[in-house]
């Protein structure tokens, strides 16, 4: 028997039952379809994780204090040496030098304040970030105001005490209410709310609008203290082209009056490798989607195989008269195998014309991104797995002796 | 000119058993039977008789318990499942009562399946697949299914599908159990030109005007040979070339060859 016989029989096999061969094929296409759809969620979500940080600049470094040794890393080293190991208003100015570093257009110095709770008539609200720093703030971190402005070179200067709040801080204190011209207590002190940010949703790990942002000199004034050094300082480069340019200069300025022990005292964060974590975070979530559907293509192969069962039990005489008038068992094997194949086959491109276009929708707020691999990955596995569950049933088929198929009834 | 050294079917001292001890069923209870080439055997008897246990076991379709079965001088137990499809493709022609169609499946497909399995290429399966539905007056029905034909027009695409590849032998369980009389009357007539052409035919029946055909009639009880009664005489091998026989002139062509 020639493979154009088998695939033209294999293909009346299919077609002798329509419904039940449609049935069959829909349990390999929800597998491919899910595995080629979630991990394009996965993929799409990482992709806009990544955007969001690439939002955030790419010509950015922010340079804390502490050594190598991670997050944190610097607070063991405080204490005796806490004159070097700080980042203070001193280097900020020697980072401002262009004649040092011409890479560099801007340098924000921020404090981060802690335990800060806003009230506003009674109502009281602790954001989870409240930051103290300078109107260049604004544009390197890409925080416009949405309504009102932000606080001028000159309120900072002058110790003014103007706060500009992100929305979520707005919503929880102000229910509707413009906050615009209010008055909020900041840990017992009067602020005046001079402007809120736009929002900018979650990037991934905290909402980034739980935000309240006052002058650099009132919050150490009010809420800090003048003598701790800063929490972070950011540096933005000329251009993106210039960040590691940059980077180097603010290693050359800040080395000689940081180093302890032989080691730096401060770090430097390049976006790029902020990059490289989100994406070791996203590729293990894209991977457990994919573990899911996978789970689900393996489903789709035991309905392969279930339905292949019965078909060949409700084949069984016509397995016999087949065996009867000379069908060798590799005849009955290719037989249901062809079919088994076909239906894979089918119900796989089904799957991968399914997924792509699912793959088109928003899902739960993921624009999915398609990935090459994951469609021939998925077909290729939907079709393995049809193909390896119809095996146990074309193998009984075939094995079953003429005259017990033949007295089936 | 003949080879008549082997019969073309005998059976020494075969049993068949289904089930084992105390509940055993003994089917067939030592039959010794010797077929000749060319012979026309009725087989008879009451159901449970053991009648199709024995067309199945002549048919390579089962196995005996104890005994030996040989097909054409061959020991059916020693063959492989291989040889056992090749021996059931090309050496037994199947008619059975039930006609045994594929459904949904056009009577020219059906009768071109053995030579599908007997790896015929796809222009000389069609043109034998063809010229055997001729021989039993069916070329016009060649496109339609089973469930398109009427009882007796299944039968005979059944019986085109058991002489495609030119068997010798053709065993035929009841096949006119299930058609009306006048059917029966054109199938036992194809059975007897079949004869004719120098076929071995072992038929099941229970009606006395179809056994009437044969030329041999054995009958059995309870898994027993009680009758074995000779009613005309084995025909000689008919004359080398068979030209007066156009309707079946592919099939004894072939036969002529194997023979000569």
């Given at each position: 028997m020639n493979a154009l016989e088998s695939l033209r029989m294999a293909f009346q096999g299919v077609m002798s039952n329509r419904l039940r061969s449609l049935l069959t094929m829909l349990g390999i296409t929800i597998g491919v379809a899910a595995v080629i759809i979630l991990v394009s969620v996965g993929h799409g979500s990482a992709v806009a994780v990544q955007q969001r940080i690439e939002d955030l600049g790419t010509n950015i470094l922010s340079v804390t204090p502490?050594?190598?040794?991670?997050?944190?890393?610097g607070r063991a080293q405080r204490g005796t040496q806490s004159q070097v190991t700080e980042l203070t208003m001193k280097d900020v100015k020697a980072l401002q030098s262009?004649?040092?570093?011409?890479?560099?257009?801007s340098v924000t110095p921020v404090v981060n304040g802690t335990s800060v709770t806003i009230t506003y008539n009674g109502t009281s609200y602790s954001p989870s970030q409240f930051l103290g720093t300078t109107p260049s703030y604004e544009e390197a971190r890409k925080s416009?105001?949405?309504a009102g402005s932000f606080f001028s070179d000159a309120d900072e200067a002058g110790h003014v005490s103007d706060v500009v709040l992100g929305e979520t801080v707005v919503a929880n204190l102000f229910?509707?209410?413009?906050?615009?011209g209010s008055s909020v207590k900041i840990n017992g002190h009067a602020f005046l709310v001079v402007g809120v940010l736009k929002p900018k949703g979650?990037?991934?790990?905290?909402?980034?609008?739980d935000i309240a942002i006052a002058p650099l000199t009132t919050t150490q004034d009010?809420?800090?203290?003048?003598t701790g050094g800063l929490s972070q300082i950011i540096v933005e480069a000329r251009s993106s082209k210039a960040v590691n340019d940059a980077e180097a200069e603010v290693d050359s300025i800040l080395t000689p009056t940081h180093t302890s022990n032989g080691t730096t005292t401060f770090r430097v964060l390049n976006q790029a490798s902020l990059l490289q974590t989100t994406s070791a975070t996203t590729h293990t979530f894209t991977v457990l989607l994919a573990a899911v559907a996978a789970i689900s293509l393996l489903v789709g192969g035991i309905g392969v195989m279930n339905i292949m069962l019965v078909t060949v039990t409700e084949r069984t005489r016509e397995i016999g008269i087949r065996k009867a008038i000379g069908a060798r068992r590799v005849d009955v094997l290719g037989q249901f195998l062809v079919e088994a194949t076909m239906l894979s086959i089918c119900g796989g491109l089904l799957g991968v014309a399914v997924g792509l276009v699912g793959s088109r929708f928003k899902i739960v707020g993921v624009q999915p991104v398609v990935e090459a691999y994951s469609v021939f990955l998925a077909f290729g596995v939907g079709v393995a797995v049809g193909l390896f569950f119809g095996i146990y049933p074309a193998n009984r088929a075939a094995a079953l002796r003429p005259i017990e198929a033949l007295r089936y009834e | 000119m003949s080879d008549r050294r082997w019969p073309a079917v005998a059976l020494e001292n075969v049993s068949k058993s289904y089930g084992?001890?105390?509940?055993?069923?003994?089917?067939?209870r030592g039959i010794d039977l010797l077929v000749e080439s060319g012979d026309y055997v009725g087989i008879m008897g009451a159901?449970?008789?053991?009648k199709s246990t024995l067309m199945n076991l002549i048919g390579c379709l089962d196995v005996p318990t104890t005994g030996r079965c040989l097909l054409d001088g061959l020991?059916?137990?020693?063959?492989?499942d291989v040889e056992l499809s090749y021996l059931r493709n090309h050496k037994i022609g199947f008619v059975f009562q039930s006609f045994n169609l594929i459904p949904r499946t056009s009577a020219l497909r059906n009768v071109e399946l053995p030579l599908i399995y007997a790896r015929v290429g796809r222009v000389e399966r069609r043109e034998r697949a063809l010229a055997a539905l001729a021989s039993v007056g069916l070329a016009d029905r060649s496109s339609h299914g089973p469930q398109q034909l009427s009882g007796g027009q299944q039968q005979r695409v059944a019986i085109a599908r058991a002489i495609v590849t030119d068997p010798a032998l053709i065993l035929a369980d009841?096949?006119?159990?299930?058609?009306?009389s006048a059917a029966q009357r054109e199938i036992l007539q194809i059975f007897d030109d079949l004869n004719a052409s120098g076929r071995t035919i072992v038929m099941i029946t229970h009606e006395q005007d179809v056994a009437a055909h044969a030329l041999r009639v054995i009958h059995l009880a309870d898994g027993r040979i009680v009758s074995d009664e000779r009613r005309g005489p084995v025909p000689?091998?008919?004359?080398?070339?068979?030209?007066?026989?156009p309707s079946l002139a592919l099939g004894t062509l072939r036969l002529g060859e194997a023979t000569s």
């Open positions: 502490g050594g190598f040794g991670g997050f944190g890393g262009t004649a040092s570093a011409p890479d560099i257009k416009p105001v949405e229910s509707g209410q413009n906050p615009i979650t990037n991934g790990f905290q909402d980034q609008d009010l809420l800090t203290g003048v | 084992a001890g105390e509940v055993a069923v003994h089917a067939l159901s449970g008789s053991g020991e059916v137990s020693d063959l492989s009841e096949p006119t159990g299930n058609i009306d000689p091998p008919p004359p080398l070339p068979l030209q007066d026989a």
